[in-house]
């Protein structure tokens, strides 16, 4: 939509967070602005939503977050990912401590998962670049 309407921006960046967990949060940042927040209990299912924001918005850099506090999960993220989008994005496991609010009855809905997530996005890393299998081989 932003393309659509050729806005200028300074950065051309997408960038995704991920908090890790039984209930993985998502925050999407799009031009500096947050454009989605959700909550997923499938790994395969972020995976495919993923796979649709990374494969739908242009950005000159894609950028997946992902909070170290599961990296089971997040390894599995990261493989089921680079198995199934075809191009190639940067990977950051950054560290999520104190993302994570300690409020009771505060997680109602995943609140609590998707502002980690939003945290998570904000942080910095190691950045490695992904290139897909198909590249690779």
Known sequence: MMQKLNLDF????????????????????????EIERSVHTSIEELVFHIIGILGGLRAKRKILKIGNGNMDIAKQIVKMLNLKFCSSFELEFVDESRTSL??????????RDMLSAKYISQRKGHRHSILPLSIIG
């Open 10 to 33: 300074e950065e051309e960046n997408l960038i995704l967070g991920i908090d890790p967990g039984q209930r993985m949060g998502l925050s999407i940042f799009y031009y500096g602005i």
């Open 102 to 111: 300690k409020i009771k009855n505060f997680n109602q809905r995943g609140k």
